[in-house]
């Protein structure tokens, strides 16, 4: 009898191993960009796509929102608007974190699969040396395609070189969520460390060892 569910678990970055900005944030942040939040933060994660996928460069895609939003953005508040960013998602989620580690310690491999554009990866990566505690890591902006594109997770697998139904994903998107269940792996919407941990133990039956 098999003593674990899957071989590996995957994990989002945004709003899963980081913390989700706070309102305070959200708020400065449309302050500056001109628009009323809400609806700023919807219309911000729906003009995304294309620099999500790395065709397009920060300043397109604030031409892209822009264009969306009706508001004109000057280069002295894009300079802005890309540090108040990068710093928005800067923050590690300590208890996801833990989380994951705890899975790495209990033999259970983990992996990164995120839509992330190339100047916050690259600030990402100048700060979060615990990056490469993950074996694999798939960010959209290098792979030109984004979740919840079944070929995203086709990538992050074969990557893994794991069996769809071997892998255990967690995403705070249910459309990401669904993508990856459609993918054949096993996906749950992140809510806290706490419920990813529930269901983690629960499907690694004892393998897993957490004292909580």
């Known amino acids: 009898m098999e003593s674990k569910r899957w071989d590996v678990v995957v994990f989002d970055y945004g709003r899963v191993l980081s913390e989700p900005p706070t309102l305070a944030e959200r708020q400065e942040f449309a302050a500056l960009v001109g628009v009323t939040e809400p609806p700023f933060f919807q219309l ?7 620099y999500d996928c790395g065709r397009h460069d920060c300043e397109q895609h604030w031409r892209r929102f822009a264009d969306a939003a009706g508001v004109s953005i000057s280069p002295q508040q894009l300079t802005r608007i890309v540090e108040l960013e990068n710093r928005m998602w800067l923050r590690a989620n300590l208890g996801a974190l833990d989380l994951a580690r705890e899975i ?21 990566r100048k700060t979060f040396d615990w990056l490469d505690e993950f074996e694999v890591q798939i960010w959209s902006c290098e792979h030109g395609v984004i979740k919840p594109d079944p070929a995203i997770y086709r990538i992050c697998l074969d990557a893994l ?13 249910p459309n990401n969520v669904e993508g990856a269940r459609k993918a054949g792996m096993e996906a749950h919407v992140f809510e806290s460390p706490e419920q990813a941990r529930a269901i983690v133990r629960a499907g690694l039956n004892g393998v897993l060892q957490i004292a909580r």
């Open 161 to 173: 070189g794991c069996q769809p139904q071997r892998a255990l994903f967690f995403d705070d998107r």
């Open 104 to 124: 790495k310690a209990s033999g259970v491999r983990t992996a990164i699969l995120s839509n992330m554009p190339p100047d916050l990866l690259c600030d990402m």
């Open 44 to 50: 911000y994660s729906d003009t995304r796509d294309e």
